[in-house]
DNA sequence: GCATGTGCTTACGTTTACGTCAACGTTATA
DNA sequence: TATAACGTTGACGTAAACGTAAGCACATGC
C-alpha cells in the first residue's frame, strides 16, 4: 500500500499556497469532503482528499468555475457497472477534452503573437541603441 | 488602408455573445475605449477597438482577471522610442510566455489524463456489452 | 495551571464582473 | 405623430469565491 500521510487543513493549505477557509469553503460546497477526528472533531486528510484538492486547485487555474469543476471532478465517481452512465460519462468527457484541446490551440497562437510582438520590440530596443551607438561615435 | 467598418455596441456584444452592459463596463474600468457620435453621445467602435475587445475576451476565456488583462494590454500602448520602457515590457513579456508555456504544458498532460481516463471506461464499457451478450447466448 | 497555538462554527463583509431597471433622448417606421 | 427600437447615464442588485472576526474547544509547553 501507499504510506498513508494524513494531513491537517493548514498542513494542506501551506503547501497549496491557499487558506484554511478556502478549503473549509471547497468543503461547504461539497467539493472536497474530510474525516473528522473524533471527540476533536477537526478535519484531516488523506492522500486521496489531497490529490482531490490538487484537481481542484488545477481546474481553477485555467478559469474554471467551482461548479464546472465539481461536474468534471464528480466523473471520477461514476457506478462502472452502469451502461448508460459510463456511456454519458464518456460522452461529457469527450466534449472536455475537445475544449482542452482547444484551449491549447488557442494558447499556441497566443504565444506565437507574444513571440512576434518580442521580436518587434527587441527590434526596435536594438535599433534604439545602435542610434545611440552612432550618436557617440559622432561626438 | 483597411476596410473601416465601424461598429455600434449591440453589433459587437452580438458578435461576441456578450452583452452591451460587458462592454460598457469595460469601457468603466478604462479596459476599452469608444469614440461617440456627437450629438447623439452613441458609442462607435472601430476596427481597432474590436481587435481590442477580442483580447480582451481571450484573456477572460483563460481565467485572467480584468486588472491582469488590462496590464497585459497596456504593453500594447509603450512608447518605441524609450529604451528603459521597451525592456521593461520585453522583460514583462517574456514573462508572461513562460506563464504561457507552462499552461499549454499543464493542459497537454490534463489532456492525456483525460485520454487514459476515458480509455478505461470504454474499457469497462465494453466489457459489460461482452457480458451481456453472452448473457444473451447461454438463453 | 495558564497562556499560546490550532482548529471549529457561525455569520457578516468584500471584491469582481457583470445583471437589471428606471428615466430619458434620438431615429426609423407605420 | 406616435410608437417601437436602440441608445444613454445613473444606480442598485447579485452570484461566486472567498476574507475576516467573534466566541468557543482542545492540546501543549513552560
Known amino acids: 500500500m501507499g504510506k498513508q500521510r ?3 487543513i493548514s498542513e494542506l493549505a501551506s503547501e497549496f499556497g491557499i487558506t ?9 460546497v ?5 474525516t473528522r477526528e473524533s471527540q476533536n472533531h477537526q478535519r484531516l486528510y488523506d492522500a486521496r482528499s489531497r490529490a482531490r484538492l490538487k484537481l481542484i486547485l488545477r481546474g481553477r487555474r485555467f478559469g474554471f468555475s467551482l461548479g464546472e469543476i465539481k461536474e468534471m471532478i464528480e466523473l471520477y465517481d ?5 451502461k448508460e452512465q459510463l ?8 466534449r472536455k477534452i475537445a475544449e ?5 490551440a488557442d494558447l499556441i ?12 520590440f527587441t527590434g526596435l530596443l536594438t535599433d534604439l541603441e545602435q542610434k545611440e551607438e552612432r550618436g557617440k561615435a559622432g561626438v
Chains 1, 2 share one sequence.
Do not use: N
Not at 78 to 82: A, L
Not at 100 to 104: L, S
Not at 110 to 116: F, G, S
Open 30 to 34: 461539497g467539493l472536497l469532503a474530510s
Open 87 to 94: 456511456r454519458r460519462t464518456i460522452e461529457y468527457g469527450d
Open 78 to 82: 461514476v457506478d462502472p457497472t452502469q
Open 109 to 120: 497562437q497566443i504565444k506565437e503573437e507574444m513571440l512576434e510582438f518580442r521580436e518587434r
Open 20 to 28: 484554511p477557509r478556502t478549503i473549509r469553503y471547497y468543503e461547504e
Open 100 to 104: 482542452v484541446e482547444e484551449m491549447i
Open 6 to 8: 494524513i494531513y491537517t
